[in-house]
């Protein structure tokens, strides 16, 4: 099944939270923890920025092939997206009090000069 990110990116959503606030965190790399076990770490500065954001509807997570049980957002941003590097873990935005995890860069695309970036709830 081939990915179809063009619809995925550009159709309508039933949920449009408009242009928000929320809190960016790139990925670092990963480190062994007390316990022994392999956890993320991140860059230490967090960023607060504005974009437009959109919750993706089922139909379309199912449409794509994603996990209709987690719930996905759509970030359209002109400032921190634009070259998506996902070689590994992936970076996190904290949005109306939800963390998300960013897809790997398969599901990222630009589009007229914006990142659009798709992100699941973790």
Not at 19 to 43: A, H
Not at 47 to 52: K, L, Y
Not at 74 to 98: H, M, P, V, W
Request: charged share 25%; net charge negative; aromatic share 12%.
């Amino acid at each position: 099944m081939g990915l179809n990110l063009h619809n995925l990116a550009n159709k309508g959503l039933s949920k449009v939270f408009g242009t928000m606030t929320y809190t960016y965190r790139k990925y670092n790399g990963r480190t062994i923890n007390d316990l022994g076990n392999y956890v993320s770490t991140y860059e230490p500065d967090i960023v607060r920025t504005t974009a437009r954001i959109y919750e993706i509807t089922t139909k379309e997570l199912e449409d794509n092939g994603l996990d209709t049980k987690v719930k996905h957002i759509k970030i359209y941003d002109s400032n921190y997206f634009t070259t998506l590097d996902r070689g590994q873990g992936a970076d996190q935005c904290l949005f109306n009090g939800e963390l998300y995890e960013l897809l790997p860069e398969e599901w990222n695309t630009t589009n007229n000069g914006w990142s659009i970036t798709i992100w699941a709830k973790q």
